[in-house]
């Protein structure tokens, strides 16, 4: 049977590589993002690459329309072998000048989200697993869960507790076979990373590609080994 995946924040960046890479591993997907007309684009041209795709726009921050994407995705496909919470916002501000609205939004996204995914798959995840031996979560974390930064103390908060939540997943559901990753980037080449390369070169940032690639990388390992998180640096950069 086709293994599928769900990812959030698909539309561009780490979310579309790792789905373009996960269309040349035969996967059925459900991309999902909040602006439709970037979801178009990338749903097209993932059909184009030969996959099997459904596209969900949806505000992350809205529980309905998580549990909407999900439900999608079961009617679509019936099973969930890999789930990719990838959605994420960060506003860099100091702290005297950052606004509950903005500070809300980031916790919404990068955390509650990822929470809510859980609760609403693990019963597809779990299924997988008893089929197969093993289902993937991959988070999405930062090098900021690691070392956190001024001016983005929100966003290291949330990203710190992504990668809490993986490792409590781990303990919670590694046993049912679903096991969880935290990717922990620093900077990647992507719109998001846009305010920074002016200090650090586009050319120079970590590849959307070389997440996708240790992603793949994941689904090769047995039911035996769990990798709880990877971070990615650039040459001569401490990971802390």
Same mark, same amino acid.
């Given at each position: 049977? &086709?293994?599928?995946?769900?990812?959030?924040?698909?539309?561009?960046?780490?979310? +579309?590589?790792?789905?373009?890479?996960?269309?040349?591993?035969?996967? @059925?997907?459900?991309?999902?993002?909040?602006?439709?007309?970037? /979801?178009?684009?990338?749903?097209?041209?993932?059909?184009?690459?030969?996959?099997? $795709?459904?596209?969900?726009?949806?505000?992350?921050?809205?529980? %309905?329309?998580?549990?909407?994407?999900?439900?999608?995705?079961?009617?679509?496909?019936?099973? *969930?072998?890999? *789930?990719?919470?990838?959605? @994420?916002?960060?506003?860099?501000?100091?702290?005297? %000048?950052?606004?509950?609205?903005?500070?809300?939004?980031?916790?919404?996204?990068?955390?509650?989200?990822?929470?809510?995914?859980?609760?609403?798959? $693990?019963? +597809?995840?779990?299924?997988? %697993?008893?089929?197969?031996?093993?289902?993937?979560?991959?988070?999405?974390?930062?090098?900021?869960? /690691?070392?956190? &930064?001024?001016?983005?103390?929100?966003?290291?908060?949330?990203?710190?507790?992504?990668?809490? /939540?993986?490792?409590?997943?781990?303990?919670?559901? @590694?046993?049912? @076979?679903?096991?969880?990753?935290?990717?922990?980037?620093?900077?990647?080449?992507?719109?998001?990373?846009?305010?920074? &390369?002016?200090?650090?070169?586009?050319?120079?940032?970590?590849?959307?590609?070389?997440?996708?690639?240790?992603?793949?990388?994941?689904?090769?390992?047995? &039911?035996?080994?769990? $990798?709880?998180?990877?971070?990615?640096?650039?040459?001569?950069?401490?990971?802390?």
């Amino acid at each position: 049977m &086709q293994p599928s995946a769900l990812i959030t924040g698909a539309s561009s960046g780490i979310g +579309l590589a790792i789905a373009r890479m996960l269309i040349g591993e035969g996967y @059925g997907l459900t991309v999902v993002a909040r602006r439709p007309e970037k /979801l178009e684009a990338a749903r097209a041209e993932l059909e184009a690459l030969g996959g099997d $795709v459904i596209a969900v726009a949806a505000n992350l921050t809205d529980e %309905a329309s998580i549990v909407e994407a999900v439900e999608a995705h079961k009617a679509k496909f019936g099973r *969930l072998d890999l *789930l990719v919470n990838n959605a @994420g916002v960060g506003i860099g501000q100091p702290v005297d %000048a950052i606004t509950t609205k903005h500070f809300d939004l980031q916790f919404d996204t990068n955390v509650r989200a990822a929470f809510l995914f859980y609760r609403e798959c $693990v019963g +597809l995840l779990k299924a997988s %697993a008893a089929e197969t031996g093993v289902s993937r979560v991959v988070n999405t974390s930062s090098i900021t869960a /690691l070392s956190p &930064q001024p001016w983005l103390s929100a966003y290291s908060a949330t990203k710190a507790a992504v990668r809490s /939540l993986t490792i409590s997943m781990n303990k919670e559901l @590694g046993t049912s @076979g679903v096991h969880s990753t935290a990717l922990c980037p620093g900077f990647v080449e992507t719109p998001m990373t846009e305010f920074a &390369q002016g200090g650090v070169p586009a050319e120079q940032m970590i590849r959307p590609e070389d997440i996708a690639g240790a992603v793949k990388m994941l689904l090769g390992l047995s &039911q035996y080994c769990i $990798v709880p998180e990877i971070p990615f640096i650039r040459p001569g950069e401490d990971a802390v």
